[in-house]
């Protein structure tokens, strides 16, 4: 049974950081690229940072300089550390063992996380 599990959300003041977790099981996690998305009230989820599987980053301009991803093979576990964080940034942010557009997670039998929320304050 494959699971993706988030954590590491919560409230922060605009200007703070947070550090976001997805621990996989279930599937030779070394293997797979990984993606972090978030999902804010009334919008479309959308890709904010990838992870190949040489840990080759990438990021969503949106979050460029202030977000960075990384991954733990050992521990089967990809990050988001969050900086400078914006009210904008306010969202629940799901972890996927695919990196690209959501018909692409859908196409290829991507997994999701059940998601954590990230709220930032003014």
């Known amino acids: 049974q494959v699971q993706l599990v988030e954590s590491g959300g919560g409230l922060v003041q605009a200007g703070g950081s947070l550090r976001l977790s997805c621990t996989v099981s279930?599937?030779?996690?070394?293997?797979?690229?990984m993606g972090w998305y978030r999902q804010a009230p009334g919008k479309q989820r959308e890709l904010v940072a990838g992870?190949?599987?040489?840990?080759?980053?990438s990021y969503a301009d949106s979050v460029k300089g202030r977000f960075t991803i990384s991954r733990d093979n050992e521990k089967n576990t990809a990050y988001l550390q969050m900086n400078d964080l914006k009210p904008e940034d306010t969202a629940v942010y799901y972890c996927?063992?695919?990196?690209?557009?959501?018909?692409?997670?859908?196409?290829?039998?991507?997994?999701w996380g059940q998601g954590t929320q990230v709220t930032v304050s003014s």
């Open positions: 992870i190949s599987r040489s840990s080759s980053p």
């Open positions: 996927s063992n695919r990196v690209g557009s959501l018909a692409v997670v859908r196409a290829t039998g991507g997994y």
């Open positions: 279930g599937l030779v996690f070394r293997i797979y690229e």
